[in-house]
Nanobody, 113 residues
């Protein structure tokens, strides 16, 4: 069964940076836009950023200017560089093949004041 595996989460202070990475099957990366969703505590999931196999990107307004998404199709990875983290960025972050049911298990990011 196809699987996406996230890494890189953790506990940081506001203003710090973190880099999330996700690895999965090559065919998934070749055929789908890849994205990062997050679920803040008590709120619904939201799309943070996504990137097509051709390099077209979407960055959500709450993170624009602070977060960057990148992908390496040859390595079947997608990464999310998160700078200037805020307490409001706290949540569980999920890697996903956008538009499919293929999601990772999620990784916790906690930002303290």
């Amino acid at each position: 069964q196809a699987q996406l595996v996230e890494s890189g989460g953790g506990w940081v202070q506001a203003g710090d940076s973190l880099r999330l990475s996700c690895r999965g099957p090559r065919d998934v990366f070749e055929n789908n836009p890849m994205g990062w969703f997050r679920k803040p505590p008590g709120k619904m999931s939201e799309l943070v950023a996504s990137m097509t196999a051709f390099g077209d990107t979407y960055i959500g307004d709450p993170v624009k200017g602070r977060f960057t998404i990148s992908r390496d199709n040859a390595e079947s990875t997608v990464s999310l560089q998160m700078n200037s983290l805020r307490v409001s960025d706290t949540g569980v972050y999920y890697c996903a093949a956008v538009g499919t049911s293929l999601w990772g298990q999620g990784i916790q990011v906690t930002v303290t004041a």
